[in-house]
Nanobody, 128 residues
Framework: QVQLVESGGGLVQAGGSVRLSCTAS????????MGWFRQAPGKEREFVAA????????YFADYAKGRFTISRDNAKNTVYLQMNSLKPDDTAVYYC?????????????????????WGQGTQVTVSS
């Protein structure tokens, strides 16, 4: 079993930046692909970004391209989501998720059902 804990959320002004962290328990983190999703009030959970187990492959939702970056530090069992140029529409609870499959690429990894473990989420609120 893997436990994921997100942190770094909060209130930020439009145009600002936030870095989210997701720390995993267990020794197998380095073999997992990781993803970030978000859910705004009244909306379905949507994909944000993913990174494969080595960090060599990343994938982003269209709205995140050019504004968000995803990275990981396997020595710290942590994956990061750096979000820049934030907009009020980015307001949501952000969740990290782990995929046990040791995929060489995460292109197309936007389906929540492929992820095996989920964190509890961290709120990001962007004020206008």
């Amino acid at each position: 079993q893997v436990q994921l804990v997100e942190s770094g959320g909060g209130l930020v002004q439009a145009g600002g930046s936030v870095r989210l962290s997701c720390t995993a328990s267990g020794r197998t983190f380095s073999s997992y692909a990781m993803g970030w999703f978000r859910q705004a009030p009244g909306k379905e959970r949507e994909f944000v970004a993913a990174i494969n187990w080595t960090g060599a492959s990343t994938y982003f939702a269209d709205y995140a391209k050019g504004r968000f970056t995803i990275s990981r530090d396997n020595a710290k069992n942590t994956v990061y989501l750096q979000m820049n140029s934030l907009k009020p529409d980015d307001t949501a609870v952000y969740y990290c998720a782990a995929d046990r499959d040791r995929r060489p690429t995460v292109v197309g990894a936007s389906d929540p059902s492929r992820y095996d473990y989920w964190g509890q989420g961290t709120q990001v609120t962007v004020s206008s």
